[in-house]
T-cell receptor, first 113, second 114 residues
Framework: NAGVMQNPRHLVRRRGQEARLRCSPM?????VYWYRQLPEEGLKFMVY????????ESGMPKERFSAEFPKEGPSILRIQQVVRGDSAAYFC???????????FGEGSRLTVL | AQSVTQLDSHVSVSEGTPVLLRCNYS??????LFWYVQHPNKGLQLLLK??????LVKGINGFEAEFKKSETSFHLTKPSAHMSDAAEYFC????????????FGRGTSLIVHP
């Protein structure tokens, strides 16, 4: 059973470009979470999705950031017009129904030049 | 509402000595509690979890944690540190009956000296 798959593992973008980060949850998991980790800091919750629904996006910046988890295919975290402050590791985790236990991917490390 | 506080940002031990990483939580509902470990440039791996069964929980790699409701604590321990234990450790709370959005502590960096 494959774990949570994130790609790309590393992404470099110039200011103003778009970044798309993908996450395929573990088989059978219908809950996806995105977290952001800045250097020397813990993980900050961004968004919680189920298939075709955003359940909670209270941690997402109001502008430039969006997330989706379509019926088919991976979850996507999209950052438009990236700025240097968006440089971070973005972790996706999936969870079985209603347990709160998270299974993490290896993360996508975004660098904005 | 839920929150978690990891009391130490860094803990330094010698190889072969005990490890104690402290975690206090706050929760309006019955909490589920977790400890995760993160090695450099890696994802997070679950060490152990508490979900209302036995209060003393055993995890991987010899780690244990005890849920103490009266103290709202969930400290992580290991009798004897190994060099490979050097990593970042995160305490996490999730409310059963709440939003099921796990909240992370800021992390404790465990340093193991030879």
């Amino acid at each position: 059973n494959a774990g949570v798959m994130q790609n790309p593992r590393h992404l470099v973008r110039r200011r103003g470009q778009e970044a798309r980060l993908r996450c395929s949850p573990m088989k059978g998991h219908s809950h996806v979470y995105w977290y952001r980790q800045l250097p020397e800091e813990g993980l900050k919750f961004m968004v919680y999705l189920q298939k075709e629904n955003i359940i909670d996006e209270s941690g997402m910046p109001k502008e430039r950031f969006s997330a989706e988890f379509p019926k088919e295919g991976p979850s996507i975290l999209r950052i438009q017009q990236v700025v240097r402050g968006d440089s971070a590791a973005y972790f996706c985790a999936s969870s079985p129904e209603g347990t709160g236990e998270l299974f993490f991917g290896e993360g996508s490390r975004l660098t904005v030049l | 509402a839920q929150s978690v506080t990891q009391l130490d940002s860094h803990v330094s031990v010698s190889e072969g000595t005990p490890v104690l990483l402290r975690c206090n939580y706050s929760s309006s509902y019955s909490p589920s509690l977790f400890w995760y470990v993160q090695h450099p440039n890696k994802g997070l791996q679950l060490l152990l979890k508490y979900t209302s069964a036995a209060t003393l929980v055993k995890g991987i790699n010899g780690f244990e944690a005890e849920f103490k409701k009266s103290e709202t604590s969930f400290h992580l321990t290991k009798p004897s540190a190994h060099m490979s234990d050097a990593a970042e450790y995160f305490c996490v709370v999730s409310e059963r009956g709440g939003s099921y959005i796990p909240t992370f502590g800021r992390g404790t960096s465990l340093i193991v000296h030879p």
